[in-house]
């Protein structure tokens, strides 16, 4: 069996006549959280944290589409109207900006703004499915159960941000719907150094109770063992 060196034991990947059962999920490394003038830098976060994983990720995004692997991108955001933005939502944080508002990339965290793009280095290729999502786990109210079952997938690797947030979010709702999880811990970041740590060790404690955890040349090594 085909194995990736991750905690707290070795992640198994499928054989290689199944190989597009495994996909790359790149959460929400949108400019709205990456950037200065978003939301992130609007919350008063140092947003040069999460920039410093967009290396790693692009490596491996450029493996994935090398190997002829599944890649899915996510992103947080709303329609113009509003309309699928809780108001409690929009009014926490007391952020100098909050949804909907205009900003220097255009309105906060709303489908089709500048803001709301992923970042150029990440940006999604032709066929690459990309979801958008009103809330902050990528299987509420997006269809990407349904997404994935109809492409086989049942793999998931992810990376992203922010890791206590979105990613961890995302991890435990595949996780309870049978998804094989496996966090890229340099490929994933926070605001908040210790927060990303906390959460690395919540995923992998008690055996693997959400998923395993590895790092980006571990994985590179074994896909292209595997699948190469």
């Given at each position: 069996?085909?194995?990736?060196?991750?905690?707290?034991?070795?992640?198994?990947?499928?054989?290689?006549?199944?190989?597009?059962?495994?996909?790359?999920v790149?959460?929400?490394?949108?400019?709205?959280?990456?950037?200065?003038?978003?939301?992130?830098?609007a919350?008063?976060?140092?947003?040069?944290?999460?920039?410093?994983?967009i290396?790693?990720?692009?490596?491996?995004?450029r493996?994935?589409?090398?190997?002829?692997?599944?890649?899915?991108?996510t992103?947080?955001?709303?329609?113009?109207?509003?309309?699928?933005?809780?108001?409690?939502?929009?009014?926490?944080?007391?952020s100098?900006?909050?949804?909907g508002?205009?900003?220097?990339?255009?309105?906060?965290?709303?489908?089709?703004?500048?803001?709301?793009?992923?970042?150029p280095?990440?940006?999604?290729?032709a066929?690459?499915?990309?979801?958008?999502?009103?809330?902050?786990?990528?299987?509420?109210?997006?269809?990407?159960?349904?997404?994935?079952?109809?492409?086989?997938i049942?793999?998931?690797?992810?990376?992203?941000?922010?890791?206590e947030?979105?990613?961890?979010?995302?991890?435990?709702?595949?996780?309870?719907?049978?998804?094989?999880?496996?966090?890229?811990?340099?490929?994933?970041e926070?605001?908040?150094?210790d927060?990303?740590?906390?959460?690395?060790?919540?995923?992998?404690?008690?055996?693997?109770?959400?998923?395993?955890?590895?790092?980006?040349?571990?994985?590179?090594?074994?896909?292209?063992q595997?699948?190469?």
């Amino acid at each position: 069996m085909n194995r990736v060196v991750a905690s707290p034991y070795p992640y198994p990947l499928p054989a290689k006549d199944s190989r597009n059962r495994v996909a790359l999920v790149i959460i929400d490394m949108q400019r709205d959280f990456v950037e200065p003038g978003g939301f992130g830098a609007a919350l008063g976060n140092k947003v040069e944290h999460l920039q410093k994983i967009i290396p790693t990720v692009a490596d491996l995004l450029r493996t994935f589409r090398e190997l002829g692997l599944p890649v899915i991108h996510t992103r947080e955001g709303h329609h113009p109207d509003l309309s699928d933005c809780p108001p409690t939502k929009r009014s926490r944080g007391n952020s100098t900006l909050r949804i909907g508002d205009p900003g220097p990339m255009g309105r906060i965290l709303v489908f089709g703004e500048p803001g709301n793009d992923i970042v150029p280095a990440l940006r999604p290729g032709a066929g690459e499915l990309v979801i958008d999502k009103p809330g902050k786990g990528a299987f509420y109210a997006t269809g990407l159960h349904e997404q994935l079952k109809a492409r086989g997938i049942t793999h998931l690797i992810f990376t992203g941000v922010t890791t206590e947030v979105c990613v961890q979010t995302s991890m435990r709702e595949a996780n309870d719907r049978g998804y094989e999880c496996l966090l890229v811990e340099d490929g994933t970041e926070s605001y908040f150094p210790d927060f990303k740590q906390a959460t690395v060790r919540m995923i992998q404690s008690q055996g693997g109770i959400v998923g395993w955890v590895t790092k980006a040349d571990q994985l590179t090594e074994a896909l292209r063992q595997s699948y190469g």
